[in-house]
Nanobody, 124 residues
Framework: QAQLVESGGGLVQAGGSLRLPCAAS????????MGWFRQAPGKEREFVAA????????FYADSAKGRFTISRDSVKNTVYLQMNSLKPEDTAVYYC?????????????????WGQGTQVTVSS
């Protein structure tokens, strides 16, 4: 059974940094594009970043570009979201997800597997 487990969330001051790891198991890691989404209270789930199966291509929402970096480690079967220069508007539950090759990595409904989410709170 496939499982994705996010961690690394917490409370951070504005301008600070967090790194969120998502450990994948029960799937062939290299067969999947990986993505990060977030959802704040009262808002729809929002695309944040994605990385192709090989790690050679990355994609970012405008809100994340220049501040966030997505990466993956094929040895650890883990995808990471490095978040720098955090702002209060980044406060949300962050989810990682896995999509088979050829799916629309910007669309949440094209992802097959999801983690449980990790809370990120940015204070001013």
């Amino acid at each position: 059974q496939a499982q994705l487990v996010e961690s690394g969330g917490g409370l951070v001051q504005a301008g600070g940094s967090l790194r969120l790891p998502c450990a994948a198991s029960g799937l062939t890691f290299g067969n999947y594009d990986m993505g990060w989404f977030r959802q704040a209270p009262g808002k729809e789930r929002e695309f944040v970043a994605a990385i192709g199966w090989s790690g050679s291509t990355t994609f970012y929402a405008d809100s994340a570009k220049g501040r966030f970096t997505i990466s993956r480690d094929s040895v650890k079967n883990t995808v990471y979201l490095q978040m720098n220069s955090l702002k209060p508007e980044d406060t949300a539950v962050y989810y990682c997800a896995a999509a088979s090759r050829g799916r629309n990595i910007y669309a949440s409904f094209d992802y097959e597997y999801w983690g449980q989410g990790t809370q990120v709170t940015v204070s001013s």
